[in-house]
């Protein structure tokens, strides 16, 4: 029994880790986009397509007139989004 807990436990972290590592991404690359990053560094475009990918439900959800509230509500959303659908699966996988 104390095996299975160990191993439910190491798996709720994991899960727990990857939710907050994607959030981590968005909101990495929405504050890259609001100090106006170099688009032409290697580690912006990198960021920057990542996000797009992780984001690609939410990021032109919605119609904003500033480019920088579409990107902080498109990207930030999909960012809460990782980090609750992610902490809940891990406190299911935890109680198990």
Not at 19 to 29: F, G, P, Y
Not at 31 to 47: C, F, H
Not at 83 to 89: D, R
């Amino acid at each position: 029994m104390t095996t299975h807990r160990n191993g439910t436990g190491k798996a709720s972290t994991a899960v727990a880790v990857v939710a907050d590592v994607l959030a981590a991404i968005l909101a990495l690359w929405i504050l890259m986009y609001l100090l106006s990053a170099n688009p032409d560094n290697d580690l912006v475009q990198v960021v920057r397509e990542s996000a797009r990918w992780l984001a690609g439900w939410s990021h032109d959800l919605f119609t904003f007139d500033a480019a920088w509230a579409r990107v902080v509500a498109g990207y930030g959303l999909a960012a809460v989004v990782y980090l609750l659908v992610g902490h809940i699966a891990a406190d299911r996988i935890r109680r198990l």
